[in-house]
Nanobody, 124 residues
Framework: QVQLVESGGGLVQAGESLRLSCAFSGRTFRRHTMGWFRQAPGKEREFVAA????????YIADSVKGRFTISRDNAKNTVYLQMNSLKPEDTAVYYC?????????????????WGQGTQVTVSS
């Protein structure tokens, strides 16, 4: 069974940066597409970024494009979300997700595995 453990969240001021990490265990990491989603209070879980296992292509949501990047280290079984120029509207619980598919899934429902989430709070 896949286990995902996020870390790196916290409280920062607008304009600052954070790097989230997600440690993967239980299956072959390099054969899983990895994604990041976020959920603010009272809102649905929304897609943030993904990296496809088969060709390492990356996808970033328009709302964070140019500020967030996703990367993976297959030797460390870890996926990262680098978040720069943070804004108060980025405040949310950030979740790591994993799936065997080789295409982008922007909806949360199809993803097979989820972490417990890490809180990111950006103050103005």
């Amino acid at each position: 069974q896949v286990q995902l453990v996020e870390s790196g969240g916290g409280l920062v001021q607008a304009g600052e940066s954070l790097r989230l990490s997600c440690a993967f265990s239980g299956r072959t990491f390099r054969r899983h597409t990895m994604g990041w989603f976020r959920q603010a209070p009272g809102k649905e879980r929304e897609f943030v970024a993904a990296i496809i296992w088969s060709d390492s292509s990356t996808y970033i949501a328009d709302s964070v494009k140019g500020r967030f990047t996703i990367s993976r280290d297959n030797a460390k079984n870890t996926v990262y979300l680098q978040m720069n120029s943070l804004k108060p509207e980025d405040t949310a619980v950030y979740y790591c997700a994993a799936d065997l598919n080789t295409w982008l899934q922007r909806d949360a429902a199809p993803w097979d595995y989820w972490g417990q989430g890490t809180q990111v709070t950006v103050s103005s």
